[in-house]
């Protein structure tokens, strides 16, 4: 099954997806998907990402394998849809795409055994772990460089287990402008989706929605020469695409003036 959330107009719905209709979760409405507008198909609260996770990304990256995984945090106002808009940050200019398989969590849970992970899984969808790459390095968290405004798209759906059999059998690819930047396969993750699970729910609780992206794998934008040459640029086209989900497609623009991301379930309590 694939579940969506969407905007035809009326705010955000949930849906699903079957044959280029979306239907309304709660009521009767279809609609066609090239008529409405896709939404991240979860709100996380925690949105949790693996850095140097595939050889091929460690190798160009001029790095070691690390002996643990290593987890940093986007933070959620980074999210956005999978075709919306990704800002040049006014404060740099060395951004940078990566592609990669993200896990939905769907079940409260804590110290998930490896072999008892997919029971949590809610389902699949992509990510683009966009990235600025000064900011990056700046601190050992890594989080600045990781969550500007608008560098989360996540989409174009959730593709649940029972459709997406296999989670480490799957073609990833990212094109910028159709030129193919990353081209790899999530058989090549050292740590796989599940020990990610079990690892990080070693030290807390996972909560439905929360988003766990999966690593990158070789290609990133900052190790092509001759740099920066291949960072994006305004008015870049950056599709990532993994075969048995579909495809995001956002189109690197100026940071307008005024953006403050979508107020977040807990500020919207809060208010009310
Ligand atoms: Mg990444």
């Known amino acids: 099954m694939r579940l969506c959330r969407f905007d035809a107009g009326a705010g955000p719905r949930h849906g699903v997806l079957e044959d280029g209709y979306v239907a309304d979760r709660d009521?009767?409405?279809?609609?066609?998907?090239?008529?409405i507008r896709?939404?991240?198909?979860?709100?996380?609260?925690?949105?949790?990402?693996?850095?140097?996770?595939?050889?091929?990304?460690?190798?160009?990256?001029?790095?070691?394998?690390p002996q643990y995984p290593v987890f940093f945090n986007k933070q959620i106002t980074c999210v956005v849809g999978p075709h919306d808009d990704i800002h040049m940050p006014r404060v740099s200019s060395l951004l940078d795409y990566e592609g990669e398989l993200a896990i939905v969590i769907g079940t409260r849970c804590r110290h998930v055994p490896v072999e008892r992970a997919r029971e949590v899984i809610a389902g699949y969808t992509i990510t683009n772990d966009v990235s600025v790459r000064d900011w990056q390095v700046r601190t050992p968290?890594?989080?600045?460089?990781?969550?500007?405004?608008?560098?989360?798209?996540l989409g174009p759906w959730l593709v649940t287990p029972d459709e997406l059999r296999d989670p480490h059998d799957l073609p990833i690819r990212t094109y910028v402008n159709d030129e193919l930047r990353q081209d790899g396969n999530t058989r090549e993750m050292l740590y796989d989706c599940f020990q990610q699970i079990a690892h990080l729910s070693a030290a807390f609780t996972l909560e439905p929605g929360d988003v766990i992206a999966t690593g990158t794998p070789a290609g990133i934008g900052a190790v092509r020469q001759p740099f920066p040459e291949g960072l994006l640029k305004i008015g870049d086209v950056v599709r990532v695409q993994i075969d048995g989900i579909g495809e995001l497609r956002n189109t690197v623009v100026e940071e307008p003036e005024g953006y403050l991301a979508p107020e977040t379930e807990v500020e919207a309590a809060w208010a009310g």
Do not use: C, Q
């Open 27 to 35: 009521n009767r409405e279809h609609h066609r998907v090239d008529e």
């Open 38 to 65: 896709l939404l991240a198909p979860v709100r996380p609260r925690k949105y949790l990402a693996i850095g140097l996770n595939y050889a091929d990304h460690i190798a160009e990256s001029g790095m070691e394998a």
């Open 141 to 153: 968290t890594m989080t600045m460089g990781k969550s500007f405004d608008t560098h989360g798209p």
